[in-house]
């Protein structure tokens, strides 16, 4: 991949990276409950998701997905499924008043966060669809998977970054609004945000 390439790939990337959808908006919760540390850590599980992928699309794959109905459909209503499920569990949390701290949050709920993560991005099958149709627009061809890794490496990276920006944004927040009642409303906004995601996902159609 050529600097100019690049130079053009990294910021139509970045602008991906920030789109809000469920998992930024998991970012921007876990940062005002819990801070950004955990926030961070916990994308793990995102990024692991991810780089499974860029691997599938890589190795041909994601085309095949992208291209069989059945498959797009299945993953689909697994994906809406799963954040509607995320969500009316926000909710509940929300109605308990079961507010997670940076102080109150076991290590257990680290992995629990990363899974969440991981689950909420492999379920979206429009995730695998962005790696299908937006990067071989940046491909070369003689040197396919050298131009490959480069720009799952950029992704990644930058998939790090917007993690971070969200949940800078998250922690914010919090540090502006630590009542009860305030968190509290919070968790119920994004709890029926991760439900209205899902609801959208089962609606998505394959592209032709």
């Known amino acids: 991949m050529s600097w100019n390439t690049f130079l053009l790939f990294a910021p139509a990337c970045f602008a991906i990276n920030l789109a809000f959808g469920p998992n ?26 991810f780089a499974l992928m ?39 949390s929300a109605k308990a008043g079961a507010i997670e701290t940076k102080e109150t949050s076991p290590q257990r709920s680290l992995s629990a966060l990363m899974a969440q993560e991981f689950w909420t991005a492999i379920g979206n099958p429009k995730a695998i669809l962005v790696f299908t149709a937006f990067f071989p627009q940046f491909l070369d061809l003689n040197a396919y998977g050298a131009s490959f890794a480069v720009m799952g490496v950029t992704f990644l990276g930058l998939e790090v970054i917007a993690v971070i920006f969200y949940a800078v944004i998250g922690w914010r927040l919090g540090a502006l609004a630590r009542t009860g009642a305030v968190l509290t409303w919070f968790n119920r906004i994004s709890g029926s945000m991760m439900i209205a995601f899902g609801i ?5 159609r394959r592209p032709a």
Request: aromatic residues 10%.
């Open 24 to 49: 930024n908006l998991l970012s921007l919760t876990y940062g005002m409950r819990s801070g950004v540390r955990i926030a961070t850590v916990a994308a793990l599980g995102r990024l692991v998701a």
């Open 54 to 92: 860029i691997l599938l699309t890589a190795i041909g794959l994601g085309a095949v997905l992208a291209a069989s109905e059945l498959a797009f459909t299945v993953v689909k209503w697994v994906g809406a499924a799963y954040l509607v499920w995320l969500g009316f569990k926000i909710l509940r």
């Open 200 to 204: 959208a996902l089962a609606f998505t």
